[in-house]
Each structure stands twice: as C-alpha cells, then as structure tokens.
C-alpha cells in the first residue's frame, strides 16, 4: 500500500513538472510592446537630424530607431526604398544589422520539452519494465 502511494506521488510531481514545462515553452514572456512610426515619419525624422542609429532586421523589413530626443525606441516597418541607406549615412545615422534570430517557435517548444519528455521514458521504463518481466515470468 505505502509502494503504491508514493507511486501517486511521483506521478503527480511528473505530471506538475511536465505542465511547469509547457507553460514555460508556451507562455514565454512577450517583448515589451514598442512605438511605432510610419515609415514617412521615419524619413521626416531623419530629414530633420532626430534620429541617432538605426538597427535594419536581417530581412530588411523592420527597423528599430533610436531617437536623439526620447529613451524610446521606435519600429518602422521599411519599404523598398533604394535611397535609404544613402539618406542614413548622409544625414550621419548610425546603421546597424541585427543578427539573424534562430530561436524558432519550434526549437523553443522542442528544446524545453526535451527533458521532461526524457524525464517521462525514464519513469515508463522504471514502472512498466518491471510489471512485465513479472508477467514473464509467471
């Protein structure tokens, strides 16, 4: 009787590992939510020297603008604009390209469920391996 209750046991600290685990992988914090320009305030901002630096996504589609005036700073989502980068370094903007970002949702999901899932066949093997070597052997 007492085997069998501390068997409950563990199963429910599994069981509470596991969904500490998923809410981990699923409820991950959220970046902080950012100001917004559109992309014509961007290129008046820059027009009139209040722009600091800018860091351009790898894709090209996204950038995060430091203003000189405010702590902020602001995404603008670029458009095709080949004169952008001559317009920065002429109005004396730094330019900076973020690195390219690997940390998928799936690699996240998958890299914080991997011990946990580990953790699970380990206990399988440890309860159910013995149950049928005793049937085996009856």
Known sequence: ??????????????????????????????????????????????ENNRVEKVSISPDRKQALVTPKDETSKRLVTLVNDPELIATLSAKGVGIDVLPQSDDGFWFKALSSLFFPVLLLVGLFFYYVVPKVVLVARR
């Open 1 to 46: 009787m007492n085997n069998k209750r501390w068997r409950n046991t563990g199963l429910y600290a599994l069981l509470f590992i596991v969904l500490i685990a998923l809410g981990t992988a699923f409820l991950d914090k959220q970046p902080e939510a950012r100001k917004t320009w559109r992309y014509s305030q961007f290129i008046q901002a820059v």
